[in-house]
């Protein structure tokens, strides 16, 4: 195609001279003849055009009752009535819409000497770059194409397949595109989609037609089969123009707007979006990439998403750990979500789903002042409550040592966190609870135990059979030493109960001692009043950008912690809850770096990350070549070491009895 044409195309559409967008060859088109043909005008509404039988009236209830009297087996497709959900949600948007299908007009083509039919794409109704309705639902236009082959039973394939998508015939229905670019991607192109309402109605014909009850495939939003676009100031896919034949469709990929793109007279948004809004959109645009792959590279995307996911929530953790000690105000959307955190100890970014309200982002917290208190109110006043557990190294269901130490946010009210946090540290209480029937396993080859090296008061003796009520009543107020009740006065002991104060678990590798516990017998998931679990481990590792776990002794390290006696599970749930004040204080001062240093930091790891390699492959490729000169010297004797008996003496030869031939 000449660039006069594609101009002349773009000019068609738009209406505009100079519009910036990506051009490539396509084939070249045969020149138009004839009138149109009067046998494509506007079908009645209601009806699907078609030039031929494959596609036939949208059925009523009644036959699509009947189709679904002789519905296939599947495990791959959900019951067609899940349409009705989704169908409500945008039949609103689909009628204010003035996208349609268009009439097409047949033309022969002289350049073939033939009279084949082709068909050209008329000018649309939408124009270029027209943003799509909030609220409207679209399909990747590439997984709708391989519908037949990838997700309908193999008994039926070839019916589906050659009545309504093989030799064009799926190109013929006339799909309205649109298209969409994914977010922070420089190597991925434009996702493009066409309107749910369209494939609904393909299904519907496929369905009447051979009387079948093909549907979605099961869970569409996760395989990124169906992707709604709400209205929440994230982008939504804008219209391309309409694709009747293979070759139209590839014409329009040519034509699609770069990034940035839209009409003149298009109003700018009224709010931006947040960060959690940016986050669901770019899954699911990702999600939707994925659908139009192959299954091998749709494995990948889902194995790196997964990995996103558990990065970004574990620095999830350390912003609602923030919040819990007072370093950080919570947003109105938090608290509008009334939903808690997650209590699996892998919070993700969609932990509190998305209510559709904005409002301008809190700004970053700057530096803290040790000296002083706090800055803000304590999120839900909770109760840290750190867990260590350790066992019998030569079995594992051998519970030896109980550690729980605690924090009371109250007890850091109006108190200054001090040098190193000094002052919020020394509020930490602990127990250490030993195993009487294990009192005599000791850990002495893997890990070097003291169990008997309690740092942080007297080590307390148990039985098996009343650990788990021992456990519990350290999850209850005054969440403190075993004393503090005999001390407390009488008036205080007859005084109606303490209400119920949230509960934050805190372990490092918290789902290792959470599985200790249920040896045990007791399981703090179940408490009504849990709202999350944090992890050190993670938390750390999302502070330092690093893929490799980290042991506590080594957080302590880094931190400037002083570590005496670990793994005495006493002494190691006071250090969890040091290290956890300890990255809420970093990841503070690493949140308030400006855009210019967080960008150095991260190019530097770069640079030194590609350094190692070379350096790794220099050293692996020294010493390999020898040279081109030379003819390789005389022969090497062998250097094999002969065998010996076990007094050390070489044994005789095996060969010595066989005779020569």
């Not at 204010?96 to 350049?111: E, F, G, I, Y």
């Not at 005999?486 to 290792?512: C, F, Q, W, Y």
């Amino acid at each position: 195609m000449s660039r006069k044409i594609m101009d002349d195309r773009l000019k068609m559409l738009m209406g505009n001279d100079s519009l910036p967008v990506r051009m490539r060859p396509v084939e070249k088109e045969p020149e138009m003849q004839g009138p149109p043909s009067s046998e494509h005008a506007s079908a009645p509404e209601g009806t699907l055009q078609h030039s031929g039988s494959s596609f036939l009236e949208k059925p009523d209830h009644k036959d699509v009752d009947k189709a679904t009297e002789k519905a296939i087996e599947h495990d791959q497709v959900i019951p067609a009535s899940s349409w009705d959900t989704i169908e409500n949600a945008t039949n609103a948007s689909e009628k204010l819409s003035p996208l349609k299908p268009q009439q097409r007009t047949n033309t022969k083509a002289p350049d073939h000497g033939s009279t084949s039919t082709i068909h050209q794409i008329p000018a649309p109704l939408g124009a270029l770059g027209q943003l799509a309705a909030a609220g409207r639902s679209f399909c990747p236009l590439k997984a709708i194409s391989k519908y037949p082959y990838k997700y309908v039973p193999k008994r039926v394939q070839e019916p589906v397949a050659s009545s309504f998508f093989a030799s064009g015939k799926f190109w013929e229905k006339g799909w309205e595109v649109y298209y969409i670019y994914p977010l922070g991607s420089s190597t991925l192109g434009p996702l493009l989609l066409v309107p749910f309402s369209q494939v609904q109605e393909l299904l519907v014909a496929v369905n009447t037609a051979l009387n079948l009850n093909l549907t979605l495939p099961r869970d569409p939003e996760e395989i990124g089969f169906l992707l709604h676009f709400e209205d929440d100031y994230t982008p939504r896919p804008r219209y391309l123009g309409l694709a009747t034949v293979k070759m139209s469709f590839e014409n329009l990929e040519g034509m699609i707007p770069l990034p940035g793109f839209k009409p003149k007279d298009e109003p700018a948004e009224a709010a931006a979006p947040s960060d959690r809004s940016l986050a669901a959109f770019k899954l699911k645009v990702e999600r939707g990439i994925a659908a139009t792959q192959r299954s091998k590279n749709a494995a990948k995307l889902k194995r790196q998403e997964n990995r996103i996911q558990s990065q970004q929530g574990w620095g999830n953790q350390i912003k609602r750990l923030h919040r819990y000690l007072g370093l950080r105000e919570r947003s109105r959307e938090s608290s509008d979500s009334g939903a808690p955190p997650s209590t699996s100890g892998i919070a993700s970014c969609d932990d509190h789903p998305t209510t559709g309200v904005s409002e301008a982002p809190k700004p970053v917290p700057g530096p803290v002042d040790m000296e002083s208190a706090a800055p803000y109110v304590s999120d839900s006043s909770v109760v840290f409550i750190a867990v260590d557990l350790e066992a019998y190294e030569r079995n594992h269901k051998l519970v030896t040592e109980i550690g729980i130490a605690t924090l009371d946010t109250l007890d850091l009210a109006g108190v200054s966190p001090g040098e190193g946090a000094k002052n919020w540290n020394s509020k930490i209480r602990a127990r250490h609870i030993r195993i009487q029937e294990h009192g005599h396993l000791h850990n002495t080859d893997f890990v070097a135990g003291c169990a008997d090296k309690f740092e942080f008061g007297e080590s307390e003796w148990t039985s098996l059979e009343s650990a788990p009520q021992l456990v519990a009543s350290c999850f209850r107020a005054p969440f403190s030493g075993p004393s503090q009740a005999e001390d407390m006065e009488p008036s205080l002991l007859t005084a109606s109960p303490t209400p119920k104060r949230n509960i934050i678990l805190v372990g490092h590798d918290i789902s290792m001692d959470i599985s200790y516990l249920h040896t045990l017998g007791y399981s703090p998931l179940t408490l009504p009043n849990l709202v999350e679990t944090l992890d050190t481990m993670l938390m750390y590792r999302s502070l330092k950008r690093e893929l490799q776990a980290r042991s506590l002794g080594q957080l302590l390290y880094d931190f400037d912690l002083m570590g005496w006696n670990l793994h005495n599970a006493g002494n190691d749930a006071v250090y969890t809850l040091q290290a956890m004040i300890a990255i809420a204080f970093k990841g503070i001062s690493l949140d308030g770096r400006t855009k210019e240093e967080k960008d150095t930091e991260k190019w530097n790891k770069v640079r030194a990350t590609m350094d190692e390699a070379v350096d790794k492959a220099k050293m692996e490729s020294e010493g390999w070549s020898s040279g081109g000169e030379g003819d390789g010297g005389p022969a090497v004797p062998s250097k094999v070491t002969p065998p010996t008996d076990s007094k050390g003496k070489a044994k005789a030869d095996s060969n010595a009895d066989i005779p020569e031939q």
